[in-house]
Nanobody
């Protein structure tokens, strides 16, 4: 039932831009904040960005502030990540996930399969 499908990844040169999309179904997207998480080759998961359920507030890890922009369209059940000024350090598989708050922490319990972003000349 629950599906999150990322798209928009690909190969881009340093300094270039990509826009990732996440299409969702099977759960009430508007009830959750949403997040982007990435995993570089050989590394663990890294939280990138989150957006609240209404889309009014966004949060970013320091390394992407000023370069990445997260947005959502609850009516279309989609999430987007606009990535500008990309560098090789941004190379990773990018996942979208819901953000569900629990006591003293949050949980990402619905994940997509990810989309590969490769930044290379």
């Amino acid at each position: 039932e629950v599906q999150l499908v990322e798209s928009g990844g690909g190969l881009v040169q340093p300094g270039g831009s990509l826009r990732l999309s996440c299409a969702t179904s099977g759960f009430t997207v508007s009830s959750y904040g949403m997040s982007w998480v990435r995993q570089a080759p050989g590394k663990g998961l890294e939280w990138v960005s989150s957006i609240d359920n209404g889309g009014g507030k966004t949060f970013y890890t320091d390394s992407v502030k000023g370069r990445f922009t997260t947005s959502r369209d609850n009516a279309e059940n989609t999430l987007a990540l606009q990535m500008n000024s990309l560098s090789p350090e941004d190379t990773a598989v990018y996942y979208c996930a819901n953000l569900r708050p629990e006591y003293r922490h949050v949980v990402f319990d619905y994940w997509g399969q990810g989309t590969q972003v490769t930044v290379s000349s």
